[in-house]
C-alpha cells in the first residue's frame, strides 16, 4: 500500500494557481444518511442519499496587486470553480485531479497579531458535483 505526504498540492481557483500561499487544504465529501427501513424488518435499513462537500483552505495572506486579497474579496457571494491535484504533475490514476464549484461565502482579508505572519481560512460548500478525473 502506498502511503502519501502532502508536500505539492496543486490548488486553482477560477485557474489561478494559489498552491505557494496556501498551508492547509481539504475536500471534505458526503452523502445523507436517508433510512428506508420498511414494516416486517428487525434492523433499520439504509441508502445514501444526496450528497454535499465542502473546501477548507488555509491562506498566507498576500496584498500584491494580482495576490490572493485582490481575487478573493470579489469573489464573495459568487461562485468559483477549484480544481484540486495531489501533486502538481500530470493527472493520472495515481494523482486525480477533483474540478468543482464552491459558493464564497467567507473571506477574512484582516487577521493576525503583532509579528504574526497573517493567515486566514476559509470553509466554502461546494455548489453542485464534484467531478473526479485520472486522465
Known amino acids: ?10 490548488i486553482k481557483i477560477n485557474g489561478v494557481d494559489y498552491s505557494t500561499n496556501l498551508t492547509q487544504a481539504e475536500l471534505s465529501l458526503e452523502a445523507d444518511d436517508v433510512e428506508v ?3 416486517g424488518s428487525t434492523y433499520r435499513n439504509r441508502i445514501g442519499g ?5 473546501l477548507n483552505l488555509q491562506f498566507n495572506q498576500d496584498f500584491a496587486a494580482a495576490g490572493i486579497d485582490s481575487v478573493l474579496f470579489p469573489l464573495l457571494g459568487t461562485q468559483a470553480t477549484v480544481v ?3 501533486t502538481s504533475t500530470a493527472v493520472s ?10 459558493l464564497v461565502t467567507s473571506y477574512t482579508p484582516i487577521s493576525g497579531s503583532v509579528g504574526d505572519l497573517s ?5 466554502w460548500p461546494v455548489a453542485g458535483t464534484v467531478a473526479r478525473a485520472t486522465a
Open 1 to 10: 500500500m502506498a502511503v502519501f505526504v502532502a508536500t505539492d498540492y496543486n
Open 37 to 39: 427501513t420498511a414494516f
Open 50 to 54: 444526496l450528497k454535499q462537500g465542502s
Open 84 to 86: 484540486i491535484k495531489p
Open 93 to 102: 490514476a495515481s494523482n486525480p485531479t477533483y474540478t468543482f464549484n464552491a
Open 119 to 123: 493567515t486566514f481560512s476559509v470553509t
